[in-house]
């Protein structure tokens, strides 16, 4: 799969796999885009804190961000989290199914984007042909 193949380019499979917990978790609408007037459209963010033991004993308490749709932002307060944190800085730490969500979302606008340059250049090399 492509995401075992990004956490080994980035060195993630080197990290140690931990269960954080959200300690807290804060939803807040955000503007995510406008629409053709210029007036805004909303969704929501949420600024979730993480909580795990690293291998020292030690608890660690990181801030997150995400975005509505990601797996991470139906969690709530007391949800267990798999996440991989760098052994050599136990607060660098990474959540797989953020990246997925992340990375799909992004594949899909290319996509679309994509499809769109490929429609408008179809559409002018018909009309530039008349």
């Not at 990246?99 to 250049?121: C, D, G, M, N, P």
Request: glycine share 6%.
């Amino acid at each position: 799969m492509l995401i075992e193949l990004w956490e080994k380019i980035r060195g993630y499979d080197k990290w140690v796999e931990t269960t954080a917990t959200l300690k807290s978790s804060q939803v807040e609408q955000e503007i995510v885009g406008h629409d053709k007037l210029g007036r805004p459209f909303y969704g929501w963010r949420g600024d979730e804190e993480l909580v795990w033991t690293d291998t020292s004993g030690v608890e660690q308490c990181e801030p997150l961000t995400v975005s509505e749709g990601s797996p991470v932002f139906q969690c709530i307060e007391g949800n267990a989290v798999r996440i991989r944190y760098n052994p050599a800085d136990s607060g660098d730490f990474y959540v797989r199914e953020q990246l997925q969500y992340e990375v799909s979302r992004s594949a899909k606008i290319i996509l679309w984007t994509f499809a769109i340059v490929i429609a408008i250049v179809a559409l002018l090399s018909i009309l530039l042909r008349d």
